[in-house]
């Protein structure tokens, strides 16, 4: 019998562990807090200026040769494309795959792309690197490779279920977003992606994130379906201070809608990505809050201890409500946050940026906890993200859910039945959801309304909707000064029992 003394019974319990060897996010983790440990070094983008100073249409002519995509020669479920640089995208992010038995670089090479008409001297192109990358499945067809996945820009990514077209963005992290001071925005600098074996259903993406004032691991694992899910387990570090820490970031787009119709004639009676902020409370409230393209920056702040969820939806899916062939609005998926564990104490916030184009993301929301550890400590942020067209599956069936919330100018009907405006302005807010609909029309359901000090109540009043099984809330105020922005709350309920979520709305300031 050979025993194991000294020196050698290291080395072969060595190999025995590099035997099962495995990259986890504490790999990443390691790297981030050391990372968090020292000074903030600015990264410098190696982009000539040819390429930096490109205008967007030159941008998209370099294209990636669908026929080299990574991982196309082997059995995988998933393939991965990559993004050249160019424009704004001008920092390297360093890509490497990760296998059962090692971690290698996926080297940059210009041959994998076609530049279209940008003329270029290869030299100048040969030792760049990749702005980021690109994930494609058979999601609507067997026969295709579907573009399911994005991870371009700062720590933001896109991700698409079944039979949906790219909307809103998820992010990694936020920081002192709509604050006096600027918004800083972190940056994923370098990718892990495992490759996934040829009966796998999902891919696992590890990243490591940097900013002047933190750092950080993820771990992503990708499930594609109808439904396409993102769990994300992160790890952060603080370098210094921040005046707000933004988790779980989602980014959209809101022009115009029901709510605020649009100021010049367009045939789209609407246009946004995402028409209102959902939360589920942890104490089991559930709150809409319709969505603004307001005059002047608003922020919103719902003041929440351990959020069951939150997530920018797009309720509303008919083409009849977007009426646009090429854009798709009605494809664009929603995203909900499903918080995991205990988050504590903080708010969900909302924010809206005035826009005059849908080519800008104007809507931002995150949640913020009410303290942060000292500097170096370690924040831990678990969640699935969900992206999703049936916002009905998200929401509680006993609680009923805003359909929609019209706008109009108020008016009172005169004894020759001819409408007068009488100068208030009046929401329409249909609730409807499966509980709901099986009440009788004869229900006594009765409004619970609440206003802010900058409005007068003139109407409230409830109707069964013999078209949607559900109920319409009239809410009819007058606006004191239409140069402060207006509150409004409101629910359904029958008896002592709430039978809805809580409409949540502020009405901009005119000015």
């Given at each position: 019998m050979i025993k194991m003394r000294g020196i050698g019974a290291a080395v072969l319990l060595s190999l025995y562990a590099s035997s099962s060897w495995a990259f986890s996010i504490d790999d990443v983790a390691k790297q981030a807090q050391e990372l968090a440990g020292k000074g903030f070094e600015t990264p410098k983008s190696n982009l000539p200026s040819q390429f930096r100073e490109m205008k967007f249409a030159d941008y998209q002519q370099i294209q990636f040769n669908h026929d080299k995509a990574y991982w196309s020669k082997l059995k995988t479920p998933f393939k991965l494309e990559f993004y050249h640089q160019g424009m704004y995208f001008d920092m390297p992010v360093k890509l490497n795959e990760v296998t059962a038995t090692s971690v290698r670089e996926i080297k940059y090479?210009?041959?994998?792309?076609?530049?279209?008409?940008?003329?270029?001297?290869?030299?100048?192109?040969?030792?760049?690197?990749?702005?980021?990358?690109?994930?494609l499945y058979s999601l609507n067809s067997k026969d295709k490779h579907d573009e399911i996945g994005s991870f371009l820009g700062a720590s933001y990514f896109r991700v698409i279920g079944g039979d949906q077209v790219y909307g809103l963005s998820a992010r990694g992290l936020a920081i002192d977003t709509a604050l006096p001071s600027g918004e800083e925005f972190p940056r994923f600098k370098e990718y892990w992606i495992e490759r996934p074996k040829p009966q796998d259903k999902h891919l696992v993406i590890y990243a490591l994130l940097d900013s002047p004032r933190a750092a950080g691991a993820y771990r992503f694992i990708i499930r594609p379906g109808k439904e396409t899910t993102v769990?994300?387990?992160?790890?952060?570090?603080?370098?210094?201070?921040?005046?707000?820490?933004?988790?779980?970031?989602?980014?959209?787009?809101?022009?115009?809608?029901?709510?605020?119709?649009?100021p010049i004639v367009n045939y789209r009676p609407a246009l946004h990505d995402s028409n209102g902020l959902s939360i589920h409370a942890g104490n089991g409230?559930?709150?809409?809050?319709?969505?603004?393209?307001?005059?002047?920056?608003?922020?919103?702040?719902?003041?929440?201890?351990?959020?069951?969820?939150?997530?920018?939806?797009?309720?509303?899916?008919?083409?009849?409500?977007?009426q646009d062939l090429?854009?798709?609005?009605?494809?664009?998926?929603?995203?909900?946050?499903?918080?995991?564990?205990?988050?504590?104490?903080?708010?969900?916030?909302?924010?809206?940026?005035?826009?005059?184009?849908?080519?800008?993301?104007?809507?931002?929301a995150f949640w913020s906890p009410e303290s942060l550890p000292e500097p170096g400590k370690e924040m831990k942020f678990n969640y699935r993200l969900h992206f999703t067209r049936d916002e009905g599956q998200l929401h509680s069936p006993e609680t009923a859910y805003v359909k929609s919330t019209l706008r109009s100018t108020g008016d009172v009907k005169q004894s020759n039945l001819v409408r007068q405006p009488d100068g208030t302005i009046a929401f329409l807010v249909d609730f409807v959801g499966p509980e709901m609909s099986k009440l009788a029309a004869n229900t006594p359901v009765a409004p619970q309304v609440s206003v802010g000090a900058n409005g007068e109540v003139v109407e409230q009043s409830v109707r069964y909707n013999d078209v949607t099984k559900g109920w319409r809330l009239t809410l009819r105020l007058r606006v004191k000064d239409n140069k402060q922005a207006t509150e409004m709350r409101?629910?359904?309920?029958?008896?002592?029992?709430?039978?809805?979520e809580t409409w949540s709305y502020q009405l901009p300031a005119n000015e």
């Open positions: 090479n210009p041959d994998l792309f076609t530049f279209g008409n940008v003329k270029h001297d290869p030299e100048t192109v040969k030792n760049l690197g990749y702005a980021g990358f690109k994930v769990d994300v387990q992160s790890k952060v570090y603080l370098r210094d201070n921040v005046g707000k820490l933004g988790v779980a970031p989602l980014t959209s787009m809101f022009l115009f809608g029901p709510n605020q119709p649009s409230e559930w709150i809409w809050r319709p969505l603004n393209n307001p005059k002047h920056l608003a922020v919103s702040t719902f003041t929440v201890e351990n959020p069951k969820g939150f997530g920018l939806l797009q309720r509303g899916r008919d083409f009849s409500q977007f090429d854009d798709r609005y009605d494809k664009r998926p929603s995203g909900w946050v499903e918080t995991q564990g205990d988050w504590g104490k903080g708010r969900v916030e909302l924010v809206e940026i005035p826009t005059a184009d849908e080519t800008n993301d104007n809507i931002v409101a629910a359904l309920i029958n008896g002592d029992k709430t039978l809805t």
